[in-house]
């Protein structure tokens, strides 16, 4: 891997006239920056541990203050330790200000830098007040180089101004369920009204990986984008994209308040886990633990197919008179490889009257394991039931009247 990394380097530097070495200062940009009079280059050294510890139960120990392990499929959380301590965040921030700006922007629009965006501290993608940028190239900026000022601007694109755009990712945080989480900014800066935790930002995350757009630039290495002299070539500073098996994501984050955090993402034979570790004495080795954790120690099963006929449910005054009920989507649960044991619950109308429509939720299918609730779906009508005419319906009351005046007696 560390060779790998050296080639990059020197092929960039070969093909580069002039390289000026610097380093910024911001504490949330602590990796080593490169630049060129009319390029600038960014990229990352860093050699990575992936070996860790585990308790005597198999549970795997971390340093981080807070941290997950989420199925991304089935959102079933494998690991947590403090999962809902509301926390700094710091540049784990940009995974709500990208998912937002995708869902509410135009990847194609241009804008105009504004003073504001162009001066704002911290790590930074160096925008130059009055450049244009299209849209997608600034997401391209945060996620990948954890741009503050990127940031910025794509909230004046998107919103107007930044304080606007804040109010949007606090309500779509409070639609996805991320009921600990309070923004007060775009990228993660120092604020004491700025918090999130660990299970939150996987299950936003979660969210934003459906995001394709999303799912690709998290999973990006290098990628360039204009420059106002010329170009920058941006490296991704997540290192596991680079070290790790099947990581394709998401976001670093670095604050002297937040520590050091990684939201990360790995997809191996067709399973995709989420993990977050906050203020981490190794952010990198530690994800690495709670990937490995999650991948060797949980398997998937599919526990309903759309389609399958689970049962039959009564109708009452139906041409027909029982319908098909079958589940309304594949639904998958993670288990853990030595307690596979999962029990299913169904929950139907008591009673159903004709008509009845194809589609019509009749009942509810709950997956428990070891009593707990993991999964669940809604229960549906297969087919249309339509309701017997009326003259049928009135003779069959008069012959239920007849027979219970004149009950049937054995001779």
């Not at 830098?113 to 160096?126: D, H, K, T």
């Not at 979660?206 to 394709?212: C, I, Q, S, T, W």
């Not at 929950?347 to 070891?370: C, I, S």
């Amino acid at each position: 891997m560390k060779n790998l990394q050296r080639k990059l380097s020197l092929c960039l530097g070969f093909l580069c006239v002039l390289v000026l070495l610097f380093t910024s200062g911001a504490a949330a940009a602590q990796e080593q920056r490169v630049g060129v009079s009319a390029d600038v280059i960014f990229f990352y050294e860093e050699a990575l541990a992936a070996t860790g510890s585990f308790d005597s139960s198999g549970t795997p120990s971390v340093s981080a203050a807070a941290a997950i392990v989420m199925d991304a499929e089935t959102g079933q959380v494998l690991y947590a330790k403090n999962p809902h301590q509301p926390r700094p965040i710091a540049s784990t921030t940009k995974i709500m200000t990208a998912l937002v700006a995708l869902e509410c922007g135009n990847l194609k629009a241009s804008t105009t830098i504004s003073e504001r965006a162009a001066g704002i501290e911290g790590s930074s993608i160096y925008l130059k007040a009055g450049e244009k940028l299209t849209l997608e190239e600034l997401i391209y900026g945060a996620l990948m180089h954890s741009g503050n000022d990127a940031c910025v601007a794509i909230a004046e694109q998107v919103a107007g101004s930044e304080r606007n755009f804040v109010n949007l990712m606090n309500f779509r945080a409070r639609q996805l369920g991320a009921r600990n989480t309070t923004f007060a900014n775009t990228n993660g800066l120092p604020d004491e009204r700025h918090l999130s935790t660990a299970y939150d930002l996987a299950l936003i995350t979660r969210y934003a990986l459906k995001e394709p757009v999303f799912r690709s630039i998290v999973a990006t290495k290098t990628h360039v984008i204009p420059g106002p002299r010329g170009k920058r070539y941006l490296s991704n500073t997540n290192k596991l994209l680079w070290s790790y098996q099947g990581a394709d994501g998401v976001k670093t984050g670095t604050t002297n308040a937040a520590g050091k955090c990684l939201v990360s993402s790995a997809t191996r034979e067709g399973r995709s886990l989420i993990a977050v570790v906050l203020h981490s004495d190794d952010r990198y080795a530690e994800s690495i633990r709670l990937l490995n954790y999650g991948f060797n120690n949980y398997t998937q099963e599919r526990v309903a197919s759309q389609g399958e006929v689970f049962t039959h449910l009564e109708v009452k005054d139906g041409v027909k008179e029982k319908v098909p009920v079958t589940a309304a989507k594949d639904l998958w649960v993670t288990v853990p490889l030595n307690q596979r044991v999962i029990e299913k619950s169904m929950m139907l109308e008591q009673e159903l009257t004709a008509p009845v429509k194809k589609g019509q939720v009749v009942g509810k299918l709950q997956v428990l394991q070891q009593g707990e609730l993991v999964a669940e779906t809604n229960l549906l009508a297969r087919t249309d039931i339509e309701r017997l005419p009326e003259h049928t319906l009135q003779w069959k009351r008069f012959v239920g009247l007849v027979k219970s005046i004149f009950p049937k007696t054995d001779e």
